[in-house]
């Protein structure tokens, strides 16, 4: 059971990245996916999240407007769009066996991935 996070690098501000989560010894059918980031010096937030079945996502309100996520089969995506300083982060996929909805906590976050960074500077 594995999850991989990719996608993520150097980008000036206003710029966009899309990271991808991708799931590997198992399916994502059964499992909510949350992104989280931990910038230096901070604690780990939630940014997104998306229900199994993609019919319900919820976003930190800072990234309401410039982040959308989506899934695919057994990858999920977060599109990052206008990206600023303060996004910049190690950003992490986890998965949570959920059948419906998804949660911006921690909480039932059972498998993580190993982050990826991004940074956000000019």
């Known amino acids: 059971v594995q999850l991989q996070a990719s996608g993520g690098g150097l980008v000036q501000p206003g710029g966009s990245l899309r990271l991808s989560c991708a799931a590997s010894g198992f399916t994502l059918d059964y499992y909510a996916i949350g992104w989280f980031r931990q910038a230096p010096g901070k604690e780990r937030e939630a940014v997104s999240c998306?229900?199994?079945?993609?019919?319900s996502t919820l976003y930190l309100f800072t990234v309401k407007g410039r982040f959308t996520i989506s899934r695919d089969k057994n990858t999920v995506y977060l599109q990052m769009n206008n990206l600023k300083p303060e996004d910049t982060a190690v950003y992490y996929c986890?998965?949570?066996?959920?059948?419906?909805?998804?949660?911006?906590?921690?909480?039932?976050?059972?498998?993580w991935g190993q982050g990826t960074q991004v940074t956000v500077s000019s």
């Open positions: 986890a998965a949570a066996r959920k059948f419906s909805g998804c949660n911006l906590s921690e909480v039932g976050y059972n498998f």
């Open positions: 998306i229900s199994n079945s993609g019919d």
